[in-house]
């Protein structure tokens, strides 16, 4: 058993976090609102840009239920998600009483198929029920087949929530990920990129989308002197003290990136011997921030021997999501289906992947990992 745990992907602080978050203290600024929630939201348009506005929010899957709100979704409509996901996608899909309807994945992203997409809008609406969004996500830093999916949402009028939960410091012919979907999300939950601990954002071009993103976020309280309701409101904001937490971390955001690519590339040429490994690689256009480094294992057997390996020696690592059309809360949920996730989860393995790894301990993980092959 090694000494010390070593992480799937864990916080990593810079050096002015825990300034930030004293001034909060120092001048009592310890609400859901204050000086850093507006530069964290400043700092994350500018990183963004696209002119996009930002309202930071107490997590990334409150933004996709503002999102789907704000885009109208509500009581019997049917929302198409990614299948291959965390729960966290299709969850507030449900909270709005709509039905989620998963599509199944292409290979060269592992995120949703274009093809299967298309197939479920038309088949939708010959049953009647024009799909009211889509909710398409970032894999692991991913980007999606952003120009194929895109297309097919302005053809049918049916808008993107773009989950890029794990995909801050991602982008797309040089253009940053959350900037091309109607309503893009963020997560800063403790696992991710940068974190505050808890959080996320709802980020979009259409500055009236913020606008009453903040309205729900905080209660919907009407404009007047008292406390007036005439919508069902939220608690969704961020505090100001985790706010600071995320101003100091967008200011390394750019280090995380690059240290986490170091470790694919580490992972990539420490076991490019082993031919029955695969590892997700960038088409043309695509940079990934390689939130979590993976690797695609022969079998089952294989990917739980090496797993089983690692947990030996107190090393995480941990199984590719298990698709949302397998899961036993969304069995009858309708699902287009081809495969590839089903596979994708049976033999894939998230490997430790956090920017605060030194070289030696990916290393000897590489050397784990061939003992299996050897």
């Known amino acids: 058993m090694a000494d010390s745990k070593i992480w799937l992907s ?85 909270y709005l009483g709509a039905n989620p309807v998963f599509i199944d994945s292409e290979k060269a992203t592992w995120n949703m198929c274009p093809i299967l997409l298309e197939e479920a809008i038309n088949d939708r609406i010959k049953k009647g029920k024009k799909p009211k969004a889509i909710v398409a996500v970032h894999l692991y830093g991913m980007p ?7 297309g097919i949402s302005e053809r049918y009028n049916i808008p993107i929530v ?28 403790g696992n991710k990129i940068i974190t505050t601990s808890g959080g996320g954002a709802l980020v979009s071009k259409n500055k009236e989308y913020r606008k009453k993103a903040i309205f729900l976020a905080t209660q919907a309280r009407d404009d007047a002197p008292h406390y007036q309701h005439s919508n069902v409101g939220y608690n969704y904001r961020m505090s100001n003290i985790l706010a600071g937490i995320g101003r100091g971390q967008m200011e390394v955001l750019e280090d995380r990136v690059a240290a986490r690519r170091a470790n694919y590339e580490l992972y990539v040429n420490g076991l490019a011997a082993i031919s029955e490994l695969e590892f997700l690689q960038e088409p043309v256009g695509y940079f990934s921030n390689r939130w979590l480094s993976c690797i695609l294992t022969p079998s089952f057997e294989v990917r739980e021997e090496v ?3 690692l947990l030996d020696h107190n090393i995480e690592s941990r199984p590719l999501w298990k698709p949302m059309h397998l899961q036993p809360i969304f069995e009858n949920a309708p699902n287009y289906s081809n495969g590839t996730s089903e596979d994708l989860f049976n033999r894939g393995l998230c490997l430790p992947s956090g920017s605060n790894l030194t070289k030696e301990e990916v290393l000897s993980i590489i050397q784990l990992i061939k003992t299996v092959f050897s």
């Open 144 to 150: 999606y087949k952003i120009k194929e999916i895109t």
């Open 307 to 309: 797993r089983l390996l």
């Open 10 to 94: 864990s916080p990593h602080m810079g050096t002015n976090e825990e300034m930030y978050v004293k001034q909060a203290f120092d001048t009592n600024w310890v609400a859901p609102l204050g000086p850093n929630v507006d530069a964290f939201e400043v700092a994350i348009q500018e990183y963004v840009g696209e002119g996009v506005a930002v309202a930071a929010l107490s997590s990334g899957t409150g933004a996709i239920h503002l999102a789907l709100e704000i885009l109208g979704v509500s009581s019997g409509d049917e929302v198409l998600c990614q299948s291959f996901t965390f729960s966290a996608s299709a969850n507030p899909i449900k």
């Open 162 to 189: 773009e989950d890029s939960a794990e995909a801050l410091g991602s982008s797309y012919n040089g253009i940053k990920c959350s900037s091309f979907g109607a309503i893009g999300i963020l997560s800063f939950n």
